[in-house]
């Protein structure tokens, strides 16, 4: 069974900067795409940034310039750098990866940027 914990949320400042992390466990990390997406309230869940295999990533419009998605294959983790943090990014924020073709979400850890 895949599982996905997030940790690293918070209550910050705007122009601040936090860290995520998801640990995965019950699926060959290395080759997993790892993706990290958010919720505000009364909004759908978008995207924010994904990190293949090889390393390589994609970004939102939005978070471009200011989060950096990493991971450590050794640690089976993923991370999120989040810096320049604006109150817009106030968010639920969730890991997200697909093993044998199924999605599989973490519980989200919740990001507050306040003004």
């Known amino acids: 069974q895949v599982q996905l914990v997030e ?6 400042q705007a122009g601040g900067s936090l ?22 309230p009364g909004k759908q869940r978008e995207f ?3 990190i293949f295999s090889d390393g390589s990533t994609l970004y939102a419009d939005s978070v471009k310039g200011r989060f950096t998605i990493s991971r450590d294959n050794a640690k089976n983790t993923v991370y999120l750098q989040m810096n320049s943090l604006k109150p817009d990014d106030t968010a ?4 997200k990866t697909i093993s044998r073709a ?12 306040s003004s």
């Open 7 to 12: 940790s690293g949320g918070g209550l910050v």
């Open 19 to 40: 860290r995520l992390s998801c640990i995965a466990s019950g699926t060959i990390f290395s080759i997993n795409a790892m993706s990290w997406y958010r919720q505000a």
């Open 48 to 50: 924010v940034a994904r």
């Open 92 to 95: 639920v924020y969730y890991c």
């Open 102 to 113: 199924m999605p599989y979400w973490g519980r989200g850890t919740q990001v507050t940027v």
